[in-house]
């Protein structure tokens, strides 16, 4: 059995103690194991701090974004093998695993972009400067500076390469050596992509460190330059927000987590507009692409109520036709849920929805013997007020028809009961309800995305997170913001106003300094 071993301090170490299995989630065959000890997690971010972060903050921005570009590439030149890997760790179809992985490999390259344009700084300029007394003399910069400390990222297991590398490409671009724990079900995935970043020899040493296996004792050791980007359920991000040593010393944490995304019909949509199309494709999509489990994908479907009948009967009939099954088959549309404990996880909340909901298609069945599998499932909810469909992320292949009474106000109070979210849609033609949408949906949205027959085949679809767009979401989503372009890089970088002369204080640190 390969046990995954970890990098750190610039060796590859197998941890030792108890030892956690990761399988094949279609045959469930054992692949590997992690193991829990024997890292002293103190010198890991001493050593991130110490050796990583002085090599990168001595390179300028367009350097780290060499850098990023090298990595994409030497990623990208595995791709294949990694594709592979993801079909039998995780269960993906060969579409679901290039999804994370050309994921992984473009927002690098995106983060390589953004950063080439920045040049030959060090630091960011915030905004322009600020006349701040009686005369133009007394002047005021915002500046953007490299924290000193390690950047630790405890990623979530459904996207294994895009995770790590979303959060290592802002890290390494502002400066900060990088710390990263994938989530144990697709830690193979993750191990073979932290390989080929080291063999790359593109970092310095010090900036890439990676754990296999739990981090035992590092919270513990983090300190008030130190970062915590986390990814995963709201219910490991409430323990991770709580942590002691966090909160007494204010480490900086930004978390990402669940959310009940939504998709909104507005009521002048007919069948027949593009719009409409675009609609069930997107629904569709969000409910089999990676078995339901993308943090972006819809989970509560709002239909005006003299159309749910339509919705019901076209979605439920292209759900129902996905060809569920072995991912390595080309046929295959939908595979496995990741791990056992996913499986037993969206079988009960399938169930706890089914109680108060019709099931469309699909239902909390297990529809093979061996594998992790469920079927595609639609509910039509009973009252869509019902707290039961705002409460608990069922993170598999399932969402609900809420049916509305079709105005703005009620499908803007209705999104606003899933306690905050990654990413709502709306699919309308009109531009009024549009922007009063919008808006009523943004307070508790990172993202708004609107479809239209304007739109129809033009756009990317609302679950694809994009580098230049931001991530993240108030709320139950977490509270955090990542990516966004250099926005992304924020939360490594300490903003420090700086005021004075302006003569000393703009040319040495406004946008556009002299020569
Ligand atoms: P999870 O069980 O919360 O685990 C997430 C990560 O935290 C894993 O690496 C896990 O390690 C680690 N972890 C668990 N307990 C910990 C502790 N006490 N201290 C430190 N680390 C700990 O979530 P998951 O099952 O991997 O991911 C699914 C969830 O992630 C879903 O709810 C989904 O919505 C959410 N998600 C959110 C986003 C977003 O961007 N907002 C993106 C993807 C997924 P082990 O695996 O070793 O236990």
């Given at each position: 059995m390969q046990t995954l071993t970890s990098f750190v301090q610039e060796r590859w170490i197998a941890g030792d103690g108890a030892a956690t299995p990761l399988f094949n989630a279609t045959t469930e065959e054992p692949l590997a194991e992690t193991r829990a000890g024997g890292i002293d997690f103190r010198a890991v971010l001493a050593h991130a701090r110490d050796v990583g972060g002085p090599a990168l903050r001595a390179k300028t921005f367009a350097e780290r974004a060499a850098m990023l570009k090298a990595l994409s590439t030497a990623i990208h030149a595995h791709r294949e093998e990694l594709i592979e890997l993801s079909v039998r760790n995780a269960g993906t179809t060969r579409g679901d695993a290039k999804f994370d992985i050309d994921g992984a490999i473009g927002t690098l390259a995106a983060y390589a972009t953004f950063g080439a344009a920045v040049g030959e700084r060090r630091f960011l300029t915030d905004g322009p400067g600020v006349q701040?007394?009686?005369?133009?003399?007394?002047?005021?910069?915002?500046?953007?500076?490299?924290?000193?400390?390690?950047?630790?990222?405890?990623?979530?297991?459904?996207?294994?390469?895009?995770?790590?590398?979303?959060?290592?490409?802002?890290?390494?671009?502002?400066?900060?050596?990088?710390?990263?724990?994938?989530?144990?079900?697709?830690?193979?995935?993750?191990?073979?992509?932290?390989?080929?970043?080291?063999?790359?020899?593109?970092?310095?040493?010090?900036?890439?460190?990676?754990?296999?296996?739990?981090?035992?004792?590092?919270?513990?050791?983090?300190?008030?330059?130190?970062?915590?980007?986390?990814?995963?359920?709201?219910?490991?991000?409430?323990?991770?927000?709580?942590?002691?040593?966090?909160?007494?010393?204010?480490?900086?944490?930004?978390?990402?987590a669940d959310s009940l995304n939504c998709a909104i019909l507005a009521s002048d949509v007919d069948s027949s507009a593009d719009a409409y199309g675009t609609f069930l494709s997107n629904v569709a999509l969000d409910v089999t692409q990676k078995t339901g489990q993308k943090c972006t994908a819809v989970r509560r479907i709002f239909v005006p109520k003299e159309r749910v009948g339509d919705v019901r009967a076209d979605l439920g009939a292209a759900l129902a036709k996905t060809k569920v099954g072995d991912p390595s088959e080309a046929e295959t549309r939908m595979g496995p849920l990741a791990s056992a404990n996913q499986l037993r996880d969206v079988r009960a909340g399938i169930e706890r929805l089914a109680a108060h909901a019709e099931v469309a298609t699909g239902g909390a069945k297990s529809i093979r013997e061996k594998g992790w599998f469920v079927a595609p499932t639609l509910l039509v909810a009973r009252d869509a007020h019902d707290a039961a469909f705002h409460a608990e992320e069922v993170f598999g292949p399932c969402a609900t028809i809420l049916p509305y009474d079709g105005t703005p106000d009620e499908a803007i109070a209705l999104a606003a009961q899933g306690g905050g979210g990654l990413v709502a849609s709306l699919y309308s033609n009109d531009a009024a309800t549009i922007e009063r949408v919008v808006l009523g949906l943004a307070p508790w949205h990172g993202r708004v995305w609107v479809g239209s027959d304007k739109l129809a085949d033009q756009g990317l679809p609302p679950g694809m997170v994009l580098p230049a767009s931001i991530?993240?979401?108030?709320?139950?989503?977490?509270?955090?913001?990542?990516?966004?372009?250099?926005?992304?890089?924020?939360?490594?970088?300490?903003?420090?106003?700086?005021?004075?002369?302006?003569?000393?204080?703009?040319?040495s640190f406004g946008s556009a300094p002299s020569a």
């Open positions: 701040l007394g009686r005369t133009a003399r007394f002047w005021g910069e915002h500046v953007l500076v490299p924290r000193l400390g390690a950047a630790v990222h405890v990623n979530a297991f459904n996207f294994p390469a895009w995770n790590m590398l979303e959060k290592a490409a802002c890290a390494l671009l502002a400066g900060s050596p990088v710390i990263e724990k994938p989530g144990t079900p697709t830690a193979l995935v993750a191990w073979r992509v932290a390989e080929i970043v080291v063999q790359s020899g593109v970092l310095p040493a010090g900036a890439y460190q990676f754990v296999a296996g739990p981090v035992g004792d590092l919270l513990d050791h983090m300190g008030p330059q130190d970062s915590l980007a986390f990814t995963g359920s709201s219910g490991t991000a409430a323990k991770l927000r709580g942590h002691a040593n966090l909160v007494a010393r204010n480490v900086r944490v930004n978390l990402e991530h993240g979401g108030p709320g139950r989503a977490g509270g955090g913001e990542e990516l966004g372009g250099l926005r992304g890089l924020a939360f490594y970088l300490q903003r420090t106003a700086v005021q004075g002369f302006k003569g000393y204080v703009e040319s």
